[in-house]
């Protein structure tokens, strides 16, 4: 069976210093996994997705994942934070069946400072 | 970009009435649609899955007769809260997912999710 957990239910960094929000996954086979961000009374927008064929993935608005089977992580990072980036962030899986459902971590508030 | 238009955005009605929501994929054709709930600030609970030509799935615990799905086309999947309560209000979100092209394992095509409809029932 297939799980994530994100570490911090609320992460604050000020406008211009680097992003970090902490996933952790499980799996029993190769994971596919994303980042989707959700703007308040917004649906989620897809940042990334990880499907195997490259460890670092590179999304929109300058994100960034690294997966790290090792250490089972798929941390999202962005050097320079923005006020835009202010949102609701969602590490998910795919369940690896017919269903193609999605796991959904328990998400990180991203507040950005000026 | 794939795009999924959700409708309405907002929804304000009386207790008893029914209210249908329309999920539809603009540039793509998607089989699976999935319908969500998501209660304030939590994450997504995945309420049914919607397949196209055939009965929706239902995950425990959501009553089927009070969330109508229906999913015609490969396009269009609705949700109707049936005989609407205030315990029904909240944020229902609807994704579908990219057939995709070519080869490839299709649990690595993303979902694309709608905007969301804000349902309040009073």
């Known amino acids: 069976a297939q799980s994530v957990t994100q570490l911090d239910s609320h992460v604050s960094v000020s406008e211009g210093t680097p992003v970090l929000l902490r996933c952790n996954y499980s799996?029993?086979?190769?994971?596919?996994l994303f980042w989707y961000v959700q703007h308040p009374n917004k649906g989620l927008q897809l940042l990334l997705k990880y499907t195997s064929a490259a460890t670092l993935v590179k999304g929109i608005n300058g994100f960034e994942a690294e997966f790290k089977k090792s250490e089972t992580s798929f941390h999202l990072t962005k050097p320079s934070a923005h006020m835009s980036d202010a949102a609701e962030y969602f590490c998910v899986v795919s369940v690896m069946d017919s269903s193609y459902k999605l796991i959904f971590g328990s998400g990180t508030r991203l507040l950005v400072r000026p | 970009g794939a795009v999924v238009s959700q409708h309405p955005s907002w929804v304000i009605c009386k207790s008893g009435t029914s209210v249908k929501i329309e999920c539809r994929s603009l540039?793509?054709?998607?089989?699976?649609m999935f319908w969500y709930r998501q209660f304030p600030k939590q994450s997504l609970m995945l309420m049914a899955t919607s397949n196209e030509g055939s009965k929706a799935t239902y995950e425990q615990g959501v009553e089927k007769d009070k969330f109508l799905i229906n999913h015609a086309s490969l396009t269009l999947s609705t949700l109707t809260v049936t005989s609407a309560h205030p315990e029904d209000s909240s944020f229902y979100i609807c994704?579908?997912?990219?057939?995709?092209?070519?080869?490839?394992?299709?649990?690595?095509?993303?979902?694309?999710f709608g905007d969301g409809t804000r349902l309040s029932i009073l």
């Open positions: 994704s579908a997912r990219d057939l995709g092209t070519g080869t490839g394992r299709s649990w690595y095509q993303p979902q694309h």
């Open positions: 540039d793509f054709q998607a089989t699976t």
């Open positions: 799996s029993s086979y190769s994971p596919s």
